[in-house]
């Protein structure tokens, strides 16, 4: 059994990678985290992208979480990758941040959440950061 959460360094990724380590200690398994690069706030360089990878893998590691942190390829939709992993691994559950919006906002979902939501292959938790 595994848990897919999409990670970003954000309040909204910090919410889900925290819910996603509680669900897999509730659930059993393992976790697997998909960070892309593409359209976050990861810069240009694939550097930076390795560099939050070892941060999430020394943390789960520090949490004694049993994990696989995907880094995906530029060019790719995060929402793919997301729900591709959620495919590949057999997933029970996808795990997404979901950022406050202003009351116009919240009739219209992000892209990605929304195809994540209509288009994964699991349940998906959409979670916000507390505050």
Do not use: W
Request: charge should be negative; aromatic fraction near 2%; glycine fraction near 10%.
């Amino acid at each position: 059994m595994s848990v897919v959460v999409g990670y970003v360094p954000t309040p909204e990724g910090e919410a889900a990678l925290d819910t996603a380590i509680r669900e897999v200690r509730s659930r059993g398994g393992r976790l697997v985290v998909v960070l892309s690069e593409r359209g976050h706030r990861f810069g240009s360089e694939s550097a930076d992208l390795a560099a939050h990878a070892d941060d999430v893998r020394r943390r789960l590691d520090e949490a004694d979480v049993p994990h696989d942190v995907r880094m995906t390829s530029r060019g790719r939709d995060v929402a793919d990758d997301i729900i591709d992993a959620a495919s590949e691994e057999g997933s029970e559950l996808i795990v997404i941040g979901l950022r406050r919006r202003s009351p116009v906002g919240k009739l219209l979902l992000g892209s990605n959440a929304q195809r994540i939501l209509l288009d994964a292959p699991c349940p998906v938790l959409a979670v916000k950061p507390a505050g």
